[in-house]
């Protein structure tokens, strides 16, 4: 047995990420079969915590589009034989936040993820499937070979993180809100410390792993949750984001006031659309469940991969 390399690459605003991922390498860094070097990115310079309005919404073009601001290159390392690379990052807009995106396109971080063993480890409000298929695809053109993806998100009513998440982004307080009929914000502190259970299983399979076995170590672990009902509406949004980032692009520099006007309209057909679309097609999707059982279980098998849900997670 020899001791296997681990390169954990992350970043977090409110600490938040950060606590799952130290979570996670606990029992990793505990093993005196694995060696972990531990990366921050650091943007070059800072994102407001917490968000004023206007740069929170005026930050979804660039995001979407993958043109992020640029991090702190110099901090990562050059190279390293990694056995395993934990890149973790959060959602923005239904893309991965810029530092990860920065961090892909960097020249060290595209060399230290090429041809790699890959996990991903993403920390979010609870819509992630349409940012890690725009992971995967930038993961594939490095030859980068994803071998898990564990996912936690606020386990909250999808309608009170709705209301919970942007609070908590743009006031830097978690809640509960409105005199606790909203409850806090964030990811569940009590699932944050038993993600260490990932981190065990992790421990106690890589040391032994052949270099050319890719196949997950967390599988039946329920490493991610599938909510089949948020997929249409991931689809539809993603599209959305995609389409009016572009012509946002197109009217200006982020904070630039022609920008700020189309900005304000787009927030509102934004708004207007997510109390619409989301739980209109939650509810053609729960109606038309029965018809499409099969079709739903190859989506939740997709999205799932690799690590795949709890054994026994049949529904939601
Ligand atoms: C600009 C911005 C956009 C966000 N968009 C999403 C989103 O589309 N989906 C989601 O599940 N969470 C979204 N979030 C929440 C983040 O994924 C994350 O949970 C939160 O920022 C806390 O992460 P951190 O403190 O570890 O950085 C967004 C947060 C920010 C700041």
Redesign the pocket.
Known sequence: MTVKKVLAVGW???????AVLDAVLGPLEASSSVAVTRVQLRPLQPFPFP?SFWR?FD?FPE?VHEDPAPIDESALPEDGDYDLVILAW?????SP?MPITAFLQSERGRRLVRGRRVMTLI??????LMAQETFKARLRELDARLVDNLVL?DSSHSAATFIS?PAW?LSGRRGPFLGGLVPAA?IDPAEIRAASHFGEAIARQLPDRAADDDSPMLRGLGAVKINERLIASERIAHRSFRLWGALLRRVGRPGALQRRIVLALYVLFLVTMIITVVPITAVIKRLTAPLMRARIARQRAYYAAPSGEAENSGKN
């Open positions: 977090s605003q409110t600490g938040q990420l950060d968000w929170f930050t995001t959060q959602v923005w807009f239904l936040a920390g979010c409000r609870n819509m992630w998100t998440t982004m964030g």
